[in-house]
């Protein structure tokens, strides 16, 4: 059973929110490093920001599927500041977070790595990623799977699925099925966006994985890229048209 709280906490930025589309509620942190705004009951986006040479400031993409007192995040924010602040923002909600998974070994998804580590927050990613994280100097997650893994916040499953190489050759989606969520991050670009850094892409299978990942959750309607505005299954549509071979 859902706390009292958080059934205040989630009645509250519904009723904030109603006049507004699914995808464009009300943000309820904002920060020069981090923003946070709810997704649906069960997720919440969070938003930080990447300084690049490239392409200036970039908006990076997580989400935090949280109940009944319990979290698990997916892709740290980019650097410790704005992971400290999530957390800091987290227990304030008298959440605990149970987990965080980098979706990939670019520094977007793992900078944060170390600091929840030092708060007894365990990582878990996929074994590819704890590999070319070592490779590249970065902190690996601590538990890793092959393909698949299943997480749990409360009754709700987190699907964690490699269906092939994209953005990069280890990136890897998660599926909330309560919320019909998906964080496809990198491997998913979002309406405006460009093909982005293909440094680690694989163009070639890119559209392929994509198409793998709609018929594994046909019943998608949240779909989070990596990097700019949520959006639902036409993301997928249009990122397998943008790579297609």
Known sequence: MKSIYFLSLFSLLFFACEKETKNEREDIYVSHQLVIRPLTEHVILHTSFLETQSYGRVPCNGVVVMDDGEAIIIDSPT???SSIELLEWLNKQNVNVKGVVPTHFHIDCLAGLNYFHSKGITSYGSLHT??????????????????????????????LKFEGAGHTHDNIVAYIPSDKVLFG???????????????????????????KTMLEFPEVEVVVPGHGGVGD???LENTIKMFKQ
């Open 130 to 159: 704890a590999q070319l994280a070592k490779k590249t100097n970065h902190t690996p997650p601590q538990k890793t799977f092959t393909d698949t893994l299943t997480l749990n916040v409360d009754d709700h499953q987190i699907l």
């Open 185 to 211: 991050g990198c491997l998913v670009k979002a309406e405006g966006w460009g093909k982005g850094n293909l440094e680690d892409a694989d163009t070639t299978e890119w559209s392929n994985s994509v198409m």
């Open 233 to 235: 299954i036409s993301l």
């Open 79 to 81: 650097n410790e500041e």
